[in-house]
């Protein structure tokens, strides 16, 4: 039977990579998610988990560290935030194009200036393209359970991939929530023992990462790009599967709340998305047709299910959490996903951005509310004023709150 | 989906076979321009020191006759086996002071 604990994000994570069994793990601190690392430090004192513990002299030293274990067949772990993920930035193509399925537990955290403990999801952003599977989680609850299906759909022959696993810094690292932990029976059933191509052997020995001539350059690229076209299946195979073993409810991509009738959603990912359900029945009181669609991995991007979800609604509202100086949007990153995967549809959805949660900001219920009032407005213009609106510093942002907004 | 002409295929994550001996397409020779060599036989006391520290693992042992053995196609000239020789056994020179120097050139290997 299944037994309900009160974790943070950071706990219920550590749970879910001992009951994972991982073997090889490499810590070093930088918050929010050190505290990930600390309960798994005590997990292998106490004797509670078998696995080799290993302090790196810093986040490139951690992803080294972690890559060598998955090529020599362990199960490794690791993990980092803000500017730690940053500083091993030139591990994550050896890792993914070597296909080492290694964890990184990642608590986000803003990039310096200016030096923020708080979450903003610029930091795995920026990282996005290199080959990663790469999700977030909304509660404690979610986290424990990423971890478990990103390391089997990770693991799988067809994928072999490595995985962030995310949670905003502070919101759900830090903030305890109920958290039902399966009985390891089950963990055993769905997560199968990590089975390596062509382990590290002294008595068959392999090279990994040779040197390898120009003509041999594309061919690996194009393995990494069709392991990330066979990941959605596995994915979909994968939470399936988990769903009946841990009686759970998961949509593999898209969570939808108040969807059925809405006019309008708020696109959205990771811990965010709690205030945003209050949020969307506080406007639905007011007769405000809303809803939510939460984006549960954007690498690999739902492109065909996010045409198929966000075709029905008139106006789609992008809360970013991340920022693209420059791009093509003139602010976020998820709007280029959003509006690239909706080009080719007869009927097309009016999309705009807002930038909200940076730099550890909380995205207010205000903040929520404004939204929508944009929203509104665009459905009744039938086109959009901007592609990105900075929340707290719009001219009709100072109109809104002023009015009582 | 797509495909891969048989000549380019690429084991997954390129780990392949070690072929546990030279590797002949990864001739590296031609990248030297000086290169070691037993100036004083008789000073080697077979302390290992070359051994250990080249980095291409250039030097090996002949217990036999008890002399270290260089091999001149992997050696990029790098010299820190002269630079760690405790016996200053050995030492460096130009490569085409010798017969059969390499010389550096068209193409990296």
């Given amino acids: 039977m299944a037994k309900e604990f009160t974790y943070s994000g950071c706990a219920a994570s550590a749970q879910a990579c001992k009951m994972a069994k991982v073997e090889v793990i490499c810590s070093y601190p930088i918050r929010p998610y050190t505290a990930i690392m600390m309960e798994l430090a005590k997990m292998v004192v106490n004797g509670e988990l078998d696995a080799e513990f290993v302090h790196g002299e810093g986040e490139h030293a951690q992803f080294s560290v972690v890559l060598g274990a998955s090529a020599a067949g362990a199960r490794a772990l690791t993990g980092s935030a803000g500017v730690g993920v940053t500083y091993a930035m030139e591990l994550y193509s050896p890792i993914a194009g070597g296909r080492y399925p290694v964890q990184a537990a990642i608590a986000n955290r803003a990039l310096d200036p200016p030096g923020d403990f708080g979450s903003e999801h610029t930091d795995i952003m920026s990282v996005r393209d290199q080959g990663w599977i790469m999700g977030w989680a909304e509660t404690p609850q979610e986290v424990f359970d990423n971890t478990l299906i990103n390391y089997r759909v990770g693991e799988d022959p067809e994928v072999m991939l490595p995985q962030f696993v995310c949670q905003d810094g502070y919101f759900v690292s830090h903030i305890p929530g109920k958290v039902s932990v399966p009985e390891q029976s089950q963990v055993d059933e769905f997560l199968p023992p990590y089975r390596p191509h062509n382990p590290l052997n002294p008595k068959a020995p392999f090279i990994h990462g040779p040197q390898i001539k120009p003509n041999q350059g594309p061919v690996i690229d194009l393995q990494r790009a069709v392991a990330h076209l066979n990941t959605p299946k596995v994915i979909r195979q994968a939470l399936d599967e988990y769903n009946q073993i841990m009686g759970r409810n998961y949509s593999p991509f898209l969570d939808e709340y108040r969807t059925g009738d809405a006019e309008m959603v708020f696109f959205i990912l990771g811990g965010h998305a709690r205030t945003c359900r209050f949020a969307v029945d506080a406007l639905r009181k007011k007769g405000v047709k809303i809803g939510m669609v939460k984006i549960r991995f954007v690498r690999p991007w739902p492109t065909e299910d996010l045409q198929e979800c966000l075709s029905k609604f008139k106006a789609v509202g992008v809360v970013e959490t991340s920022t693209s100086y420059g791009g093509a949007m003139k602010g976020g990153i998820l709007l280029h996903e959003v509006r690239a995967s909706l080009y080719d549809l007869p009927e097309r959805p009016l999309t705009t951005s807002f930038m909200a949660g940076l730099g550890g900001e909380v995205v207010s219920l205000q903040a929520f509310y404004y939204m929508a009032e944009v929203l509104t407005k665009a459905i009744e213009a039938n086109k959009i004023n901007k592609y990105v609106q900075w929340i707290g510093f719009e001219p009709d942002w100072h109109e809104f709150v002023e009015a009582g907004g | ?109």
Avoid: H
């Fill in chain 2, 1 to 109: 989906m797509f495909i891969v002409p048989k000549e380019r295929e690429v084991p997954q994550g390129v780990v392949i076979p070690s072929p546990v001996k030279d590797n002949r397409e990864m001739i590296t020779s031609n990248w030297r321009s000086k290169r070691p060599y037993m100036k004083y036989l008789d000073k080697c006391n077979l302390c290992r020191n070359c051994y250990i520290f080249c980095p291409d693992g250039c030097w090996t042992v002949d217990e036999e006759n008890e002399v270290v053995v260089w091999n001149a196609d992997f050696c990029k000239g790098c010299l820190i086996c002269v630079t760690e020789c405790s016996a200053k056994a050995l030492d460096a020179a130009d490569e085409l002071d010798f017969d059969g120097g390499v010389i550096r050139l068209e193409k990296s290997f």
